[in-house]
C-alpha cells in the first residue's frame, strides 16, 4: 500500500522560503508509471495543483507561482521537495504531496499545515 | 491558461437522490478530466480519472461522463458517506482544479 507523507516546518516567516519533503513508502520514485506533485489548500478555500515532477527531472508548474516555486526528486531518498520562495500570508494553507497516475492524484499524502506568519 | 467552472457550487440532496455535478473547461481537454471527493479535515479522494474511468475501490454508483469542455459527475442512490465536496480538475499538461461542490444534506 503506497503511502505519502508529508514534512516540515509549520510555521515560516514572510518572505522567507517554504521547504517541504514528501517520504514515500512502498513504491519508488522512480517508476516510470508516475509522476509525483504538490496541491495545496488555504483555509476554507478550494485545491490549487502548485506543480509535478518525473523521476527523470521533468517538471510542470502552475504558471501563477513558476516565479516561485521548485519541485525535486530525490530517487536516493525515495523523496520528492518543494521549495516556495518569497511567501506571504497567501501562501498559508495545507499542502499535499501526491501521485499521478493517468494525469489524476490517485494517492494523497495526508497533508501538513504551513502558516506565513512574523 | 485553461478554466475550469464547476456547477452548483452548493447543492442539497436527499439519501437515494441522483445526483449530478457539472464540470466545464475553457477549451478542450479531450477526456483529461479527474473527480475527487474531499470529506473535512482530510486529503481528496480520487473517483474518476481520464472522465469516466471508476478508480479502483470506488463505489459504482459513481459515474462520470463527458468530452471536449463540458463533463458530469453522477451519484446514483446518494449515500450518508457521499456528503462531500467534490472537485473535477483538468489533467492536460498543466492542472487545475473547479471550485468545488458541497453536496449537503437536505
Known amino acids: 500500500q503506497v503511502q505519502l507523507q508529508e514534512s516540515g516546518p509549520g510555521l515560516v516567516k514572510p518572505s522567507q522560503t517554504l521547504s517541504l519533503t514528501c517520504t514515500v513508502s512502498?513504491?519508488?520514485?522512480?517508476?516510470?508509471?508516475?509522476?509525483w506533485g504538490w496541491i495545496r489548500q488555504s483555509p476554507g478555500e478550494g485545491l490549487e495543483w502548485i506543480g509535478h515532477?518525473?523521476?527523470?527531472?521533468?517538471?510542470y508548474y502552475n504558471p501563477s507561482l513558476q516565479s516561485r516555486v521548485s519541485i525535486s526528486v530525490d530517487t536516493r531518498r525515495n523523496e520528492l521537495s518543494l521549495r516556495l520562495g518569497s511567501v506571504t500570508a497567501a501562501d498559508t494553507a495545507v499542502y499535499y504531496c501526491?501521485?499521478?497516475?493517468?494525469?489524476?492524484?490517485?494517492?494523497w499524502g495526508p497533508g501538513t499545515v504551513v502558516t506565513v506568519s512574523s | 491558461d485553461i478554466q475550469m467552472t464547476q456547477s452548483p457550487s452548493t447543492l442539497s440532496a436527499s439519501v437515494g437522490d441522483r445526483v449530478n455535478i457539472t464540470c466545464r473547461a475553457s477549451?478542450?481537454?479531450?477526456?483529461?478530466l479527474a473527480w475527487y471527493q474531499q470529506k473535512p479535515g482530510k486529503a481528496p479522494k480520487l473517483l474518476i480519472y481520464k472522465a469516466s474511468s471508476l478508480e479502483s475501490g470506488v463505489p459504482s454508483r459513481f459515474s462520470g461522463s463527458g468530452s471536449g469542455t463540458e463533463f458530469t459527475l453522477t451519484i446514483n442512490s446518494l449515500q450518508p458517506a457521499d456528503f462531500a465536496t467534490y472537485y473535477c480538475q483538468h489533467c492536460k499538461t498543466y492542472f487545475s482544479f473547479g471550485g468545488g461542490t458541497k453536496v449537503e444534506i437536505k
Open positions: 515532477i518525473y523521476y527523470s527531472g521533468t517538471t
Open positions: 512502498d513504491a519508488s520514485v522512480r517508476n516510470e508509471d508516475f509522476y
Open positions: 501526491g501521485r499521478v497516475k493517468w494525469w489524476a492524484f490517485d494517492v
Open positions: 477549451q478542450n481537454i479531450e477526456n483529461w
